[in-house]
């Protein structure tokens, strides 16, 4: 009578580290797909309606804003979820100075979770939301010594693909309090603008929104200049390293 081998073999280790990774990262992704088809579209619903938003906000206290920190949580994690329309929300439901303290609360817990799911799944996480050929033109996270001041300038900017970035953050040498540090403090100034237009229109000043939002949109195009000639000095197109899984 035959007994059945045990697979300790190194070979059997790799297979079954490979198969719980993989089941892992079908976990993540089909989670993210639920909390884009369950979350998403309420979310931008009730955007839609800023008056409504405010009340809904109004109604529910501490427990509203928790709601809202979660959202702009999920809006990181989900990144075909737009940002600027829970930006905007924030100023107009709760002022400038709040709801950019509530958005970077989110945008911190939605980056470390996305940060932490890379670590652990790789580049496949990445390639999850976005092509390959995005992340491979993306030379400047191969440069080790200007890594992280060019991470910083770009997240200054508003319009610059963060989300992409904050995927790709994951597969570099940074830790991760390095990286909340760097993301959360940059992305301040484009919060920002976005929570002052916001909290003009709910205060009826509606030249101060539109000088504020055509101040953004020159911002905007300023970031995405400034991001081209930066991922354009980055060299030939390499993808940035995957060793873990």
């Not at 959202?71 to 709760?94: D, K, N, R, S, T």
């Not at 992340?135 to 890594?147: C, E, M």
């Not at 976005?194 to 929104?209: F, K, P, Q």
């Amino acid at each position: 009578m035959r007994w059945k081998q045990n697979d300790s073999s190194p070979a059997g280790g790799n297979r079954r580290r490979r198969l719980i990774a993989a089941a892992g990262l079908t976990a993540f992704v089909l989670a993210m797909a639920a909390i884009c088809l369950m979350a998403g579209k309420p979310m931008l619903t009730l955007l839609s309606d800023p008056d409504r938003f405010r009340d809904w906000v109004d109604e529910r206290g501490l427990w509203g804003r928790l709601a809202f920190v979660g959202m702009m949580a999920v809006q990181i994690i989900a990144a075909m979820i737009p940002g600027e329309p829970l930006e905007i929300a924030a100023g107009y439901a709760f002022g400038a100075v709040e709801g950019t303290a509530l958005c970077l609360l989110g945008a911190l817990i939605g980056g470390a979770a996305v940060f932490l799911a890379v670590r652990r799944f790789g580049r496949r996480a990445v390639e999850a939301f976005f092509p390959a050929e995005k992340i491979d033109a993306l030379p400047l996270l191969k440069n080790g010594r200007r890594l992280e001041r060019w991470l910083f300038v770009v997240f200054l900017f508003p319009g610059t693909p963060k989300d992409l970035l904050t995927y790709c953050a994951g597969l570099t040498h940074m830790r991760l309090g390095r990286w909340l540090a760097l993301s959360v403090v940059g992305r301040i100034p484009s919060v920002i603008t976005s929570t002052i237009g916001g909290d003009a229109l709910g205060a009826g000043s509606y030249g101060l929104a539109a000088l504020v939002f055509g101040v953004t949109l020159l911002l905007c195009g300023a970031g995405l200049v400034v991001y081209r000639r930066m991922n354009g000095k980055g060299g030939k197109k390499h993808a940035p390293s995957d060793d873990r899984g």
